[in-house]
């Protein structure tokens, strides 16, 4: 990773830092509905009011409205008054009612990205209120749940495939021409469209009637970005593997083009569960993103490196160039990590410490400590490979003190011990990444 760019993700952090109390709270609430679930009106409304938790755009929320017998009486985002496109409450106008009972599902769109959903009735005139069975569950149930968790999982899967493919361009010359790194990138690609399926059936199993509505959420979009960028990303690719060689000079239009790629990739991602409203927010958006592609770097490389080394004598300078950019990597993912966890936990609150989501994200950082503290350890088992081999037992230092140079063959079996280890709590991170996108932080 150039220096000057090292810099500048250091001062952006800085900044990040400093910034305002984080604005992270629990997942959007309906609050208040009009009429409320189980009245009896003795003259129908004219209109249907839903109060939120929080400010959200209310285009992208979706309410019904049906009779018992089952007819769509009118559908449509709710409305306001304000010129604010995103307010705490809204509208729907409905039409003349007559004696009977109705149902009435909304579906939101949180500006943390998650889904709300509620289904209430109420009965004009005389009639009874007809329910289904289900009715006013709340969301995020448990197949919403693990549909949201495996398609976080797959997304880290999928970007820690492409970030190989990132740091074989900068480290590894000619590595991207081989079959297996082919292979390694394309299954990448692939897996971050399946997160991106499987984040869209969460939403459509949670709270959304079809996939049009989902489409016209913010995170909808944001998930076409993501399927689009990965699709560029791996066109990129491409295009770089069939020109890499050890030999030829880089092109600087097709790095730039795999930058370029790798942008909205991040923000497809990132920003699906992250709100963009405000400027803290925003700035949140932006660590995550460097967070995002730091880790993907990270472990791309580093699984790479953990593969290539069981099949064959690990190469002394690819696996020093690779842990340098990999040193680098978890400087910013430190930095980013503590300052997101600082900024979704609300300042680090009681509550979000003490909750579920506070649990995860506690053993997450245990893991993370643990993924440092083997990558320290691979970092010495590189530096020892790279010692020359003598054929005394022992050499002298410039200083004058006697050493002990081990075998190589020992050398490089402390080196696949350490790179094993770092890619198994690397795993681990994933998992418990992903399991965070499912639990509130309070």
């Known amino acids: 990773m150039p220096r000057r760019i090292l810099r500048c993700i250091v001062l952006f952090l800085a900044v990040a830092a400093l910034s305002a109390p984080g604005a992270a709270h629990a997942h959007t609430r309906i609050e208040l509905t009009s009429p409320r679930d189980g009245a009896h009106l003795e003259a129908p409304p004219a209109a249907l009011q839903v109060a939120f938790s929080e400010p959200l755009p209310l285009r992208d929320t979706d309410v019904e409205v049906t009779s018992a017998a089952g007819e769509v009486l009118v559908s449509g985002p709710l409305t306001?008054?304000?010129?604010?496109?995103?307010?705490?409450?809204?509208?729907?106008?409905?039409?003349?009612?007559?004696?009977?009972?109705?149902?009435?599902?909304?579906?939101?769109?949180?500006?943390?990205?998650?889904?709300?959903?509620?289904?209430?009735?109420?009965?004009?005139?005389?009639?009874?209120?007809?329910?289904?069975?289900?009715?006013?569950?709340?969301?995020?149930?448990?197949?919403?749940?693990?549909?949201?968790?495996?398609?976080?999982?797959?997304?880290?899967?999928?970007?820690?495939?492409?970030?190989?493919?990132?740091?074989?361009?900068?480290?590894?010359?000619?590595?991207?021409?081989?079959?297996?790194?082919?292979?390694?990138?394309?299954?990448?690609?692939?897996?971050?469209?399946?997160?991106?399926?499987?984040?869209?059936?969460?939403?459509?199993?949670?709270?959304?009637?079809?996939?049009?509505?989902?489409?016209?959420?913010?995170?909808?979009?944001?998930?076409?970005?993501?399927?689009?960028?990965?699709?560029?990303?791996?066109?990129?690719?491409?295009?770089?593997?069939?020109?890499?060689?050890?030999?030829?000079?880089?092109?600087?239009?097709?790095?730039?083009?795999?930058?370029?790629?790798?942008?909205?990739?991040?923000?497809?991602?990132?920003?699906?569960?992250?709100?963009?409203?405000?400027?803290?927010?925003?700035?949140?958006?932006?660590?995550?993103?460097?967070?995002?592609?730091?880790?993907?770097?990270?472990i791309g490389g580093l699984a790479w490196l953990w593969l290539g080394a069981r099949q064959r004598e690990p190469d002394p300078e690819a696996a020093a160039a690779f842990s340098r950019t990999a040193r680098n990597c978890a400087v910013v993912t430190l930095g980013t990590g503590s300052v997101l966890a600082y900024r979704l936990t609300d300042g680090l609150d009681v509550a979000a410490l003490t909750s579920p989501y506070g649990a995860v994200l506690a053993a997450k950082l245990v893991f993370v400590a643990a993924l440092v503290a083997c990558a320290a350890r691979t970092h010495r088992a590189v530096l020892d490979l790279r010692r020359p081999a003598e054929a005394a037992p022992h050499s002298v230092d410039g200083g004058g003190t006697a050493t002990r140079v081990r075998p190589v063959h020992r050398r490089t079996a402390a080196l696949r011990s350490a790179l094993r280890r770092e890619a198994a709590a690397g795993s681990v991170v994933l998992v418990l990444a992903a399991l965070l996108t499912t639990l509130a932080p309070t």
């Open 80 to 298: 306001s008054d304000s010129t604010d496109p995103a307010v705490s409450s809204g509208t729907l106008d409905l039409p003349a009612l007559s004696d009977g009972s109705y149902l009435v599902t909304v579906a939101a769109q949180g500006p943390d990205g998650h889904s709300v959903r509620s289904v209430f009735a109420f009965a004009v005139g005389d009639a009874p209120v007809v329910r289904i069975e289900g009715g006013g569950s709340p969301s995020n149930g448990p197949v919403a749940r693990a549909l949201a968790a495996l398609g976080a999982l797959a997304t880290g899967v999928g970007l820690v495939g492409l970030g190989f493919g990132y740091v074989a361009t900068w480290v590894w010359p000619g590595s991207t021409r081989s079959g297996r790194a082919r292979v390694h990138t394309a299954a990448g690609a692939g897996a971050v469209l399946l997160g991106a399926v499987l984040v869209v059936a969460s939403m459509r199993v949670e709270a959304y009637p079809s996939l049009g509505s989902i489409a016209a959420t913010q995170a909808g979009r944001l998930l076409g970005l993501r399927m689009a960028a990965a699709t560029a990303v791996l066109a990129a690719m491409i295009a770089w593997s069939r020109h890499d060689e050890p030999d030829r000079p880089r092109s600087p239009n097709r790095q730039n083009a795999l930058f370029a790629a790798a942008i909205p990739l991040l923000l497809g991602v990132v920003g699906s569960s992250h709100s963009a409203g405000d400027v803290w927010a925003l700035m949140t958006l932006l660590v995550g993103m460097v967070h995002l592609g730091a880790v993907s770097l990270w």
